[in-house]
Structure formats: structure tokens, C-alpha cells
């Protein structure tokens, strides 16, 4: 648990696959924190004051110091209270988790905003392929019941948290029991898991965030 000195705020959008990346390493370690949330149409002063490079959420502040992007607030939470490790201990198994997270970044995430926020059919439709490409990989590199082992989730399975929540919010089915059984199971276990189940959003909570997210992009397009 964090002592009473710390001070844990994390700033989010709820409905970001990116946000509830860091809820649950959070939860995981049994971390208390104050959740602050922000408009992605109407950035406060205080995200915009700890994030002023991108501009965006999450944030992660931890005693005045504040820490942006997903997977580098994962593993700062991982490194800063050792209890129930997220990341592997073994260097090699730690750079293989890192390696798998990344790819999600830039593979899969990638081509799944581009599904989601593209209105033209063959755009659609070639985001769609480069999707089913990268979880064909996935798919392979799943060897257990998690990508951590047959226990406990890690930074893998936290890395791909976005990929059940695309599919309800995309409405298709990116992958079934027929194309990627072992990705389909991956995903029932999963979002049963206590702390992932605690964490998720409902269903209309995402439609909100993905078309504050599109109103967002679609506004930079017209500047």
C-alpha cells in the first residue's frame, strides 16, 4: 500500500483503454489514489501543467512528479511498490513483456484508431487486415491461461486491455473462437478477472470517450 506521505493522482478520461491500463496495475498493487477526470475537448490547466508535451491522458502523479504515457506509468508503478509484480524479474522474460507491450502500441492500437475514427470503407477495410496481421502474432505468442502464465495477469495482458473493449465498441468481431480460439478464451478470462472487472467501463461510457476522441481529432483536421 502507498503510505500516508504519498500523494497518488491520476488523471484520466474514463473509456480510455489507456486510463484503465493504469487502473489496474493500480489495483493490482493495491495502490489508494484520487482520480481526476478531464475533457478531451476542454483540457484543464492541470494536464495541461503535467503533460504539456502531448497534452494527454493518462497522467500519473506521484508526489508532485508526473509521468505520462500508458505503458511508462505501468511499469513506473511496477518499479515504485514491489508488491505483486506486473513485469517479469528474469531480464530476458522482461524484455520480451516489453517487447509485446510496445508491439500493441504499434501494431495493433495503430491500426485499430484507424478503424475506429476513419470514415472511408477501404481505409476501414485495410485497418482491418494490418489488425488481423498483428493478432495473428498475438495469438501465436499466447502460450498460457495470461500472458504472464496461467495465475496472474501482467504488463502483456494490461498492454491489450484495449483489444476487447474495440470490439464493443467497433461492433465487429475482431477475433472469435473459429480465427484466434486461444485470443478468444484470453479475452472471456480476462475481463472475468476480479480486479479487470472492478476496473472496465460499461459499454456507454466507451461510445462517449471514442466520440469525444474522434470530436478531438476531427477539430485538429479543421486547424
Known amino acids: 500500500m502507498a503510505s500516508s506521505q504519498e500523494e497518488v493522482t491520476l488523471l484520466g478520461v474514463v473509456g480510455s ?10 489495483k493490482l498493487k493495491g495502490i489508494e489514489y484520487k482520480y481526476l477526470e478531464d475533457d478531451l475537448n476542454n483540457k484543464s490547466d492541470l494536464l495541461l501543467k503535467y503533460n504539456p508535451v502531448h497534452k494527454m491522458i493518462p497522467v500519473l502523479v506521484h508526489n508532485e512528479k508526473p509521468i505520462s504515457e500508458s505503458l511508462v506509468i505501468v511499469e513506473y508503478i511496477d518499479d515504485t511498490w514491489k508488491q505483486n509484480p506486473i513485469l517479469p524479474s528474469d531480464p530476458y522474460q522482461r524484455a520480451l513483456a516489453r517487447f509485446w507491450a510496445q508491439f500493441m502500441d504499434d501494431k495493433c492500437v495503430v491500426a485499430a484508431a484507424k478503424f475506429v475514427l ?12 494490418e489488425l488481423y496481421e498483428a493478432l495473428k502474432f498475438l495469438e501465436n505468442e499466447l502460450k498460457d ?41 484470453w479475452s472471456k478470462d480476462f475481463y472475468n478477472h476480479p480486479v479487470v472487472k472492478e476496473i472496465m467501463p460499461s459499454k456507454d461510457q466507451l461510445f462517449v470517450y471514442f466520440k469525444a476522441r474522434a470530436q478531438s481529432l476531427a477539430a485538429k483536421k479543421k486547424n
Open 17 to 26: 483503454p489507456f486510463l484503465h491500463r493504469v487502473q489496474i496495475a493500480l
Open 118 to 129: 476513419k470514415v472511408d470503407e477501404k481505409e476501414k477495410e485495410k485497418a482491418t487486415e
Open 145 to 185: 491461461k495470461f500472458f504472464a502464465g496461467e495465475e496472474i495477469i501482467g504488463f502483456v495482458d494490461i498492454a491489450a486491455v484495449f483489444i476487447p473493449l474495440l470490439q464493443e465498441v467497433a461492433q465487429i468481431q475482431l477475433f472469435t473462437s473459429e480465427k484466434f480460439p486461444k485470443l478468444f478464451k
